[in-house]
């Protein structure tokens, strides 16, 4: 199994999730309005700095990973702003 993670922009979650559901993934899990700083900039969700991002976690299958990264690179509109990264789980 790995976890995949994605951090989209929060205006373009829904996107992913279109996505995901069209790849066949049966679950997920979203974190919305995730705050910090990273290559696109501070994401603080203040007057300053209003832009938030989404986490949206899953578990896959170790051959699904690429099909289903590949499919979100394709297709979401956030396509040069969406970061994933996917580790090794193993179910307790």
Known sequence: MKLLMIVVEESCKHEVEVILKRAGVTGFTEIPKAA??????????????????????????????????DAVRAECPAAGRVHMIAWGAEPL
Do not use: I, N, Q, Y
């Open 36 to 69: 910090g700083m990273g290559t696109t900039g501070p994401r603080l969700g203040s007057a300053a700095f209003p832009k938030t991002s989404a986490l949206v976690l899953t578990l896959l299958e170790e051959g699904e990973v690429a099909r289903v990264s």
